[in-house]
T-cell receptor
Framework: GAVVSQHPSWVICKSGTSVKIECRSL??????MFWYRQFPKQSLMLMAT?????????EQGVEKDKFLINHASLTLSTLTVTSAHPEDSSFYIC??????????FGPGTRLLVL | TQLLEQSPQFLSIQEGENLTVYCNSS?????LQWYRQEPGEGPVLLVT?????EVKKLKRLTFQFGDARKDSSLHITAAQPGDTGLYLC??????????FGGGTRVLVKP
C-alpha cells in the first residue's frame, strides 16, 4: 500500500514553545490530508482537513490559531502546535488520500509538553 | 455520543478462542472500514466494506456489513497473540470524512 511518513516520531518541548509536525505522502500525490489527535486509550478524533493550495477546514472545537495547518504541496502537510501546553500532549496522526481513494495513515507523532 | 459505537470496549481472551467486535450506528454509511492499531503506531487498514450484507474474509478475520449499511462486525477465529491490538471501525460520512468508532482493545493471552 501507499506510504505516509511523519516527522518527528516523537517530540518533547517546553510549555509555551511551538512544535511543527510534518506529514509526507512518499509515493503518491495527496489532494487531501487529514490530521487526527488520539489521547491514551481513546480513538482518533479528526482535527482538520487540508486540501492542497487552500485553507484547512477545522472540526468543531479545534482552534485554528493554535493548530496551524499548511498543505503547500501535494506531498507535504504540516501541523504546527503554537504555544503548546501540557494539555496538548497527545498522539498526532496524519492521513493522506488521493481523490476519492483510500486514506493511508502515517505512523504518528507523540508530543509531550512539559 | 459518538456516531459509531463499538462494543465491547475491551476484550481479553485466551489464544485459540473466537471473538466478535461490533460497530453500530444510526447513520447510513457509503462504506465502512476496519483498522488495527498497535501502540505507538498509526492505524493499518484491514478491510473496506461497501455493499449492504457484504461479507469479506481475510484469513481468520471475517467482516460483515449490515444490510442497511448502518452496522458491521469483525469476527476473529482461533485468535492468536499477534491479533492483540486496538480495532477501529470507521465510516465515511457526508463530505467524505472518515469518522472513527471508540475502538475495541483486544488482548489475546498465550
Amino acid at each position: 500500500g501507499a506510504v505516509v511518513s511523519q516527522h518527528p516520531s516523537w517530540v518533547i518541548c517546553k510549555s509555551g514553545t511551538s512544535v511543527k509536525i510534518e506529514c509526507r505522502s512518499l509515493d503518491f500525490q495527496a489532494t487531501t490530508m487529514f490530521w487526527y489527535r488520539q489521547f491514551p486509550k481513546q480513538s482518533l478524533m479528526l482535527m482538520a482537513t487540508s486540501n492542497e493550495g487552500s485553507k484547512a477546514t477545522y472540526e468543531q472545537g479545534v482552534e485554528k490559531d493554535k493548530f496551524l495547518i499548511n498543505h503547500a504541496s501535494l506531498t507535504l502537510s504540516t501541523l504546527t502546535v503554537t504555544s503548546a501546553h501540557p494539555e496538548d500532549s497527545s498522539f498526532y496522526i496524519c492521513s493522506a488520500r488521493r481523490a476519492l481513494e483510500t486514506q493511508y495513515f502515517g505512523p504518528g507523532t507523540r508530543l509531550l509538553v512539559l | 455520543t459518538q456516531l459509531l459505537e463499538q462494543s465491547p470496549q475491551f476484550l481479553s481472551i485466551q489464544e485459540g478462542e473466537n471473538l466478535t467486535v461490533y460497530c453500530n450506528s444510526s447513520s447510513v454509511f457509503s462504506s465502512l472500514q476496519w483498522y488495527r492499531q498497535e501502540p505507538g503506531e498509526g492505524p493499518v487498514l484491514l478491510v473496506t466494506v461497501v455493499t449492504g450484507g457484504e461479507v469479506k474474509k481475510l484469513k481468520r478475520l471475517t467482516f460483515q456489513f449490515g444490510d442497511a449499511r448502518k452496522d458491521s462486525s469483525l469476527h476473529i477465529t482461533a485468535a492468536q497473540p499477534g491479533d492483540t491490538g486496538l480495532y477501529l471501525c470507521a465510516g465515511r460520512t457526508a463530505g467524505n470524512k472518515l469518522t472513527f468508532g471508540g475502538g475495541t482493545r483486544v488482548l489475546v493471552k498465550p
